[in-house]
């Protein structure tokens, strides 16, 4: 019923800079919060940044003054652009989104994208 598809990762080095994109489709009638997770190999899926719909904004220490997160929200998108990459960002990125469906009241579920690998090389 949702879908969510990102782009924008890739292979960078130290110090660069990627833009994620995530577009969510579907029977969307409001999306809630929309965010930004990684997880890198042999560790838990971690928060890096959310977004709620009136545009507020919470961060994982390790990324504040290097990431920033955006929605536009006519385009059911959120961005998160990444400056000054570090080796240790590298993960698989994943979005998610609290999403209401048409004709459904109430209530908001949560979808995630499929995820798009980010590599930092030093």
């Known amino acids: 019923q949702v879908q969510l598809v990102e782009s924008g990762g890739g292979l960078v080095q130290a110090g660069g800079s990627l833009r994620l994109s995530c577009a969510a489709s579907?029977?969307?009638?409001?999306?809630?919060?929309m965010g930004w997770y990684r997880q890198a190999p042999g560790k838990q899926r971690e928060l890096v940044a959310r977004?709620?719909?009136?545009?507020?904004?919470n961060y994982a220490d390790s990324v504040k003054g290097r990431f920033t997160i955006s929605r536009d929200n006519a385009k059911n998108t959120v961005y998160l652009q990444m400056n000054s990459l570090k080796p240790e960002d590298t993960a698989v990125y994943y979005c998610?989104?609290?999403?209401?469906?048409?004709?459904?009241?109430?209530?908001?579920?949560?979808?995630w994208g499929q995820g798009t690998q980010v590599t930092v090389s030093s």
């Open positions: 998610n989104a609290d999403v209401r469906l048409v004709g459904i009241s109430g209530s908001y579920d949560t979808y």
């Open positions: 579907g029977s969307i009638l409001r999306i809630n919060t």
């Open positions: 977004i709620r719909s009136f545009g507020s904004t």
